[in-house]
């Protein structure tokens, strides 16, 4: 059985930065793209960067370069590096595991605050 644990979240101040771990069980990892989204209550889920299963990240111009995903094949997890972080990035980011069949698997989600 596939899962996926969000964790790395937490409370930060203006400027600073944290990691954020996607780490996934039961799967093979190697066939997996991943994505970074993020959502604020009452508005859309916004989508962060994305990572293919042959390590290609792509991004949205919104970050303007902030944020790097990167993976590890040996720990079977994708990372998001957030830096410079702003109070507009406080939302809860959760990550999304593509299989190649159409299956996607959700991590559940951490929270993320960006306040002095």
């Known amino acids: 059985q596939v899962q996926i644990v969000d964790s790395g979240g937490g409370l930060v101040q203006p400027g600073g930065s944290l990691k954020l771990s996607c780490a996934l069980s039961?799967?093979?990892?190697?066939?997996?793209?991943v994505d970074w989204y993020r959502q604020v209550p009452g508005k859309e889920r916004e989508f962060l960067a994305t990572?293919?299963?042959?390590?290609?990240?792509n991004y949205t111009a919104t970050l303007k370069g902030r944020f790097t995903i990167s993976r590890d094949t040996a720990k079977k997890a994708v990372y998001l590096q957030m830096n410079n972080l702003e109070p507009e990035d406080t939302a809860n980011y959760s990550c999304?595991?593509?299989?190649?069949?159409?299956?996607?698997?959700w991590g559940q989600g951490t929270q993320v605050t960006v306040a002095s």
């Open positions: 039961g799967g093979n990892f190697h066939m997996f793209d």
């Open positions: 990572i293919t299963h042959f390590d290609r990240p």
């Open positions: 999304n595991y593509r299989h190649p069949s159409g299956d996607h698997y």
